[in-house]
Nanobody, 121 residues
Framework: QLQASGGGLVQDGGSLRLSCAASEPTRSRYTMGWFRQAPGKEREFVAGITGSRSTSYYADSVKGRFTISRDNAKNTVYLQMNNLKPEDTAVYYC????????????????WGQGTQVTVSS
């Protein structure tokens, strides 16, 4: 089970840090990713981090603004979001995958419940 938290309302240019805690320690060794879904849009990949070497990778739209990290001792992955923009408004989901560097949502098999991020202009 994955539990996402940390969402909220922030102004344009602000920051938030999302957390995703895994209830099973072994899940923390999988690739973990963040996706987001805005109203009326498809769920899209945001960022991921591999389990083996903690290699991070990002969607072009968030590169340089978002940072994904993991703390395996706490079975938790984080998404630090800086310089947020109104177009970042969405429900953010964390998920795990057996596939390294996965960006396609169908390759993720366990999903958290989502946390709302709203960026006001």
């Amino acid at each position: 089970q994955l539990q996402a938290s940390g969402g909220g309302l922030v102004q344009d240019g602000g920051s938030l840090r999302l957390s995703c805690a895994a209830s099973e320690p072994t899940r923390s060794r999988y690739t973990m990713g963040w996706f987001r879904q805005a109203p009326g849009k498809e769920r899209e990949f945001v960022a991921g981090i591999t389990g083996s070497r903690s290699t991070s990778y990002y969607a072009d739209s968030v590169k340089g603004r978002f940072t994904i990290s993991r703390d395996n001792a706490k079975n938790t992955v984080y998404l630090q979001m800086n310089n947020l923009k109104p177009e970042d408004t969405a429900v953010y989901y964390c998920a795990t995958s057996n596939f390294g560097s996965a960006t396609i949502k169908t390759l993720y098999d366990l999903w958290g419940q989502g946390t709302q991020v709203t960026v006001s202009s």
